[in-house]
DNA sequence: GTGTCTGCAAATGTTTTGCACATTG
DNA sequence: CAATGTGCAAAACATTTGCAGACAC
């Protein structure tokens, strides 16, 4: 998990990607890396950054998350409703919480084995998979001491 | 899998859901159904039974297919972008196809089991789950035959 | 310097809301 | 007829677009 990058292996990896390393870039990919865990809307990554970047638009963010989903810096992460980025580009899963709609990573290599498994034999006619999640639904049983910043949606 | 309800056993069905059985929920009902396969937005629903139902608006379409989550007759469908809704309310699991933007559905019981078991083993903990599901992503290699009703989301 | 990127503001798209009227049970 | 649901149009919210000026290389 490339969690601690610093600006100029970030600079890299926008380069080596054919993006400039633009201020913008740089502190949108910061705040989605400060955010992971949280699968972000564009709102909420504008909400963290324009305290210390007042400067940068909301329509900047939108096009900085889709640029570097194509360039494969983030993904996009599956919801029920608006559009989320995930920092976290390798294999994972996910879980959804039915009572505060929060998303939380999970990860089990011993899944991520068995599935390997199970697909490394189960081969499907006219598809070729390139990725596996599981998608965990449930409710949090313990007391939330965690701020959920990201807006639930109806 | 419910597929072919008639008329008067959707009347049951939301009457024991507190609903009432009008004439608007019969057809988005229905239509859901008949888009099964597809996980519709609430637009897609209402190009599908507008030309049928003129008269029914896509507000009410909107409230209608919400009401529906909220009583358990059909689910949300996860997705990258707007709301998507499954007539399939039973443990199933998605393939995303990233080309066509398509969900489609995936059963298999082996897969199934397979989950159960290891779930049944591994608690999480503050963490009370109640469903597990494999979104699968990749690309469709055959020709698509399909018709592809719902708008890809960019 | 040149091509790419950004900010702005407008356009577009999506979902929700409020309320008068219609319908169901 | 009482309660609930619907249609309509406006409002709120979310995302995209076009373009003139700014910036990275």
């Not at 740089?26 to 890396?33: Q, R």
């Amino acid at each position: 998990m490339q969690q601690n990058l610093t600006r100029d292996d970030l600079r890299q990896r926008l380069t080596e990607g054919g993006l400039k390393a633009t201020h913008q870039r740089i502190v949108v990919f910061e705040s989605v890396m400060e955010l992971h865990g949280h699968h972000p809307t564009a709102e909420d990554v504008y909400q963290r950054l324009k305290p210390a970047n007042p400067s940068i638009s909301l329509g900047t963010v939108y096009k900085t998350l889709d640029t570097f989903v194509e360039t494969g810096l983030i993904k996009r992460a599956l919801s029920e409703g608006g559009k989320r980025y995930d920092a976290n580009t390798h294999t994972h899963n996910h879980i959804f919480c039915s009572k505060t709609k929060e998303i939380v990573d999970f990860e089990d290599a011993e899944l991520e084995q068995l599935l390997k498994e199970f697909f490394s034999k189960r081969k499907l006619d006219n598809f070729e998979i390139k990725g596996v999640s599981v998608q965990l639904t449930g409710s949090k049983v313990e007391p939330d001491k965690q701020i959920s910043i990201t807006r639930v949606s109806k």
